[in-house]
């Protein structure tokens, strides 16, 4: 068998120990054992117990896929939700991951061809130029975010951020490609800081990132030429190996459809999914609930969480809202929430602890997402043809509802709004009075989505270029 040939290529991918990061790694994993490629995913013990089932059944087909784990160091409790608990969680992963790597690439027997690993972890471009392994970085925002990313070092130094509250809607100049639509409003909520010497931080932080990412073999992104186009462009002129080989999700779908397997692509979901909000959805008329869903990290105050549930209410639209159990801050502090409320709810509202998203982006009943912007369920939303309302929390969420709402006209920006009068008008917009125009442009979105996944298709193009690199590399290697 081939995985047992001594010169199959030997991939390791790391990514960062979070759900926006491990979903389309794994799809990526997956995609690199269709290919007959040895892989080995790294990632923290918190998410492994999370996903070990259903990874063990998906992955159980692919002889050549190894799944490792290392603790992040925290509790098994600890809130891994907002900001700090995301940079907790990845720099305690760092902290144990790199001599778990250091060990692997040592050991006599485990030959590795090449590291993809997630751009927030530089420990591991120190490891591959020490060993003399090629790298590839993966980055899981878009394009632009990440181009965005090298101009936030020359902005920061320029002492155009932190900007003054009156210039939130001033345009961010020089910034090629984006400076004709981005304001100070759309840039990463880390810029809102007043704190110079928190931007002195960010600054070095970008920096060496950009200069990791320019040091890499390639980049690999979860995007789509028809999508980011021009952005791809600009950064081809930087960085030559560019794959861009999204979305992924849909990506992986139709590499399993061509190779006839008829096992379902089972979830790499860190928390239990509820199907029962599927049957919900078969019960209501076409297009006529609005999807709720704010990602794995946003968390909320309470006093933010009444406003949207109220406007849900007086949209008088169904809504089928995910409710994390970590996702307001302080849980349910006692307050009880108004009697109008459950009653709305009862009568046009499901709410549950995780959904099937991609199902339920798919489901016919649904016709509209109010989102927080994530990079995954931006391209979920895509497609599946289904126009979003944006409230973007944090990071790269503010850029991509910036351009859902302004350059790919296929949703609204309801950005630092939360108001249940704007909820209530907002959501009918998206779901009636609007509908056909972002109905367009979002089917329009959706069908250069697919296509660039098919045969042809420039994610697919992309994605053979980067299994061909990958098995001339390991041909050198065996020079
Ligand atoms: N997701 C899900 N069920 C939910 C909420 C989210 O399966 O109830 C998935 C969603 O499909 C996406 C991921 O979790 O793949 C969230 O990633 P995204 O980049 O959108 O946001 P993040 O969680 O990183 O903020």
Not at 377 to 400: H, K, R
Request: net charge negative; charged share 25%; glycine share 6%.
């Amino acid at each position: 068998m081939e995985h047992q040939n001594p010169f199959t290529p030997h991939v390791v991918l790391i990514p960062t120990p979070m759900q926006g990061h491990v979903t389309p790694t794994f799809h990526l994993a997956e995609l690199l054992c269709l290919a007959k490629l040895n892989v080995t995913l790294l990632t923290s013990t918190y998410v492994h117990q999370r996903i070990n089932k259903s990874i063990e059944a998906r992955f159980a087909r692919y002889p050549g896929f190894k799944l490792e784990a290392v603790s992040d160091g925290l509790p098994d409790d600890y809130p891994r939700t907002g900001k700090d608990g995301c940079w907790a969680s990845i720099q305690g992963f760092a902290l144990t991951a790199q001599p778990f790597l250091r060990e692997m690439l040592s050991s006599v027997g485990t030959s590795v061809t090449c590291l993809l690993v997630d751009g927030w972890l530089g420990f591991a471009n120190n490891l591959a130029k020490e060993f003399g392994i090629p790298l590839i970085a993966i980055r899981c925002f878009s394009a632009a975010y990440y181009w965005l990313d090298a101009y936030l070092v020359k902005l920061i130094e320029d002492e155009r951020i932190p900007f003054k509250e009156e210039d939130m809607d001033k345009l961010v100049e020089n910034v090629p490609g984006l400076d004709t639509f981005l304001r100070n409003r759309d840039l990463p909520s880390f810029c809102r800081t007043k704190d110079r010497a928190t931007c002195l931080g960010l600054q070095q932080a970008f920096a060496d990132e950009v200069q990791r990412t320019s040091e890499a073999y390639g980049l690999i992104l979860n995007t789509f030429e028809d999508l980011e186009g021009p952005l791809l462009s600009l950064l081809r002129s930087k960085c030559p190996r560019v794959y861009s080989i999204g979305p992924l999700h849909s990506h992986l779908k139709h590499r399993l459809d061509e190779e006839k397997t008829t096992l379902p692509i089972s979830s790499s979901s860190l928390w239990e999914v509820d199907q029962s909000c599927l049957s919900w959805l078969d019960k209501k008329p076409a297009e006529s609930v609005i999807y709720v869903g704010f990602g794995s990290l946003t968390i909320l105050e309470k006093e933010q969480i009444l406003e949207i549930w109220e406007g849900l209410v007086q949209s008088n639209k169904y809504f089928l809202w995910v409710i994390r159990p970590n996702l307001v801050i302080g849980g349910e502090n006692g307050t009880p929430t108004p009697t109008a409320l459950l009653e709305g709810t009862k009568e046009r509202g499901c709410i549950v602890s995780w959904a099937p998203q991609e199902a339920v982006l798919a489901h016919p009943a649904v016709g509209g997402f109010l989102t927080h912007s994530g990079w995954n369920s931006t391209l979920e939303s895509i497609t599946a043809g289904v126009p979003m309302l944006c409230w973007p929390y944090f990071a790269d969420q503010q850029v991509n509802s910036r351009y859902v709402g302004e350059v790919w006209k296929i949703g609204l920006d309801m950005k630092d709004k939360c108001d249940r009068k704007v909820v209530a008008e907002m959501v009918n917009d998206v779901l009636d009075r609007k509908k056909d125009e972002l109905k367009e442009s979002m089917a329009r979105m959706s069908e250069a989505a697919k296509k660039s996944v098919t045969e042809g298709g420039s994610s697919y193009c992309n994605l053979d270029r980067l299994i061909q690199d990958i098995k001339m590399m390991s041909i050198k290697g065996a020079d």
